[in-house]
């Protein structure tokens, strides 16, 4: 999965689509969730939350993981 997520954000190609995020992944009882940063990641799971609560999530998460 690394060289498509880089492929696709290559940050000196100016048809990227910008660096990776985060990935949602919907489920028909809930999402999961996966940040990275580096070498580490978190997946998040949860039955319900707002659209917008997602990149609230990654970002508090990804400040955890690179602050570790």
């Known amino acids: 999965e690394a060289p498509v997520r880089t492929a696709l954000s290559a940050p000196a190609d100016p048809e ?3 660096a990776y995020d985060f990935t949602v992944r919907v489920h028909g009882e809930g999402f999961v969730v ?4 580096g070498d580490d990641g978190v997946l998040l799971t949860t039955d319900e939350m707002d659209i917008e609560a997602f990149e609230d ?12």
């Not at 996966?34 to 940063?37: E, M, P, S, T, Y």
């Not at 999530?57 to 570790?68: D, G, K, P």
């Open 16 to 18: 990227s689509i910008g």
């Open 34 to 37: 996966r940040v990275l940063a």
């Open 57 to 68: 999530a990654a970002v508090a998460i990804r400040r955890f993981l690179t602050e570790s």
